[in-house]
């Protein structure tokens, strides 16, 4: 704990240093444009990877970066960000190697976070053909991290909070993009869904463009 004290002092007087004003300004309100729902793995911290500073991002992270309808959690993040905060783009973000992937990928008795990752056995079940295809084990994960955001960025499309928010107007998009812990980079997925109306043929559009780049 120490260690985290000094760090923490040593940020603070940078932050500072850079900008007087900072947290007088970051204590007074927070206006982010974007909501990032990534995964929990501590290699991949939000607002550095976009190069944001604190109070430019809201952020959601869990296991696998999953979007599920019974996650009260995520939900009322998503909800606050679009109803109270405004903004204006939803990033939601996986990465290659992901634990939680692979732990999906072969399922073994890990207790509560096999229920967790279920919805991505079930994914991995529906693309067997597409991830046997791949040349070795990391090649396989690396595949179903991709289908995963996917999944994900149509599973919150078409919750009612998203939805909601359309029909009223808001500008708003759900983008999908998957983090490269080799190189440092984001790669976007090509699915980025600004309309209850686009929901179905962008994200077939995603996925198909997904099977082919690895297919061929």
Not at 135 to 163: K, P
Request: charged residues 25%.
């Amino acid at each position: 704990m120490d260690r985290l004290f000094q760090n923490n002092l040593a940020w603070a007087a940078r932050m500072r240093a850079e900008d007087p004003a900072f947290f007088e300004d970051l204590a007074h309100q927070q206006t982010p444009r974007y909501l990032w729902i990534g995964c929990s793995d501590s290699r991949v911290p939000a607002n550095e990877i976009v190069g944001l500073k604190p109070g430019e991002v809201f952020v959601h992270r869990n296991v696998a970066n999953l979007v599920m309808h019974t996650d009260f959690n995520c939900l009322s993040v998503v909800q606050y960000a679009v109803e109270v905060l405004k903004v204006r783009q939803i990033v939601v973000t996986g990465h290659y190697g992901c634990g939680g992937v692979r732990a999906a990928l072969h399922p073994a008795d890990m207790g509560l976070i096999d229920n967790w990752l279920h919805s991505i056995s079930v994914l991995a079940k529906r693309h067997r053909a597409f991830l046997e295809d791949a040349r070795d084990e990391s090649d396989q994960i690396d595949r179903l991290c991709e289908l995963n955001v996917i999944e994900q960025v149509r599973i919150l499309c078409e919750n009612s909070v998203i939805r909601h928010a359309w029909l009223r107007g808001q500008e708003l998009t759900v983008n999908g993009c998957v983090y490269g812990l080799r190189d440092g980079l984001l790669k976007d997925l090509g699915v980025s869904i600004s309309a209850e109306s686009e929901i179905e043929p962008k994200s077939s559009r995603a996925l198909q463009s997904l099977l082919e780049r690895y297919l061929g």
